[in-house]
């Protein structure tokens, strides 16, 4: 396979991914030896569901005040360091 794949394994090399292919190769086997018959397909082994919670209306921070504990704002909006371009 490394052959195949164009890959320069050392003797090692081939005998450690040798083994481990085996391994693989293996376990699938062991695998389509189940009797899968009666089992419906599945996306996923376990049951998944929301765990996010309800997007509730709350109100908000003060505009004016959190503006104010900020170092710099302009015109309503939080001023930052320019991070592209030219520096000011």
Known sequence: MANLAKLSLSEEEELMYT???AAILDHA???MALDTADLLPTAHPLE???VLRRDVEAPSLD???VLSQAPA???GRFMVPRILG???
């Open 19 to 21: 083994g481990q292919l």
């Open 29 to 31: 086997r062991d695998i």
């Open 48 to 50: 998944l569901r929301n």
């Open 63 to 65: 505009r004016d005040e």
């Open 73 to 75: 704002a302009e015109g």
């Open 86 to 88: 030219e520096a000011p």
